[in-house]
């Protein structure tokens, strides 16, 4: 049986290959907006005013795009409820979720990390303000 994931085309998927399909997908998870939103959305389905204040700082039009192009790629339902005001919630769907288990690693992992982190940059940039004054 083959288990080697394959693109449209037939080819094995490569993220390292620039026409492989799986770029777009893993550009799109890579964004951070798209992230914490998936993350946002872990509890269940959330409107979307509740939904830009848990995820703060995003301007309404990115938060919009975003929903869009995780709605686009199967990730993200967008419901409109019937009512007055209007009522729209967004929730992962099945594949969304299937997500929820790498990200909350990489989300371990980088806040586990943090302090290694500033660190090395603290250290880069002592040493490139070094250079620069000689």
């Known amino acids: ?24 997908i893993f550009q799109r998870i890579g964004d951070k907006w798209a992230s914490l939103v998936v993350q946002v959305l872990a509890e ?5 005013s509740d939904l830009r204040k848990m995820v703060s700082v995003v301007t ?19 419901t409109v409820h019937a009512q007055v005001p209007p009522r729209v919630d967004y929730e992962l769907t ?3 979720r299937s997500l929820l288990d790498p990200l909350a690693l990489l989300r371990a992992w980088a806040e586990s990390h943090v302090p290694a982190i500033l660190a090395a940059r ?10 620069l004054l000689g």
């Open 1 to 24: 049986m083959d288990t080697i994931e394959r693109d449209t085309s037939g080819l094995p998927a490569d993220v390292l290959n620039p026409n492989c399909p799986s770029r777009v």
């Open 44 to 48: 269940g389905p959330v409107r979307f």
């Open 60 to 78: 309404p039009k990115v938060l919009t795009q975003t929903l869009r192009s995780l709605e686009r790629d199967g990730l993200v339902t967008r």
């Open 94 to 96: 099945a594949l969304g």
């Open 122 to 131: 603290d250290a880069y940039d002592d040493a490139q303000d070094e250079a």
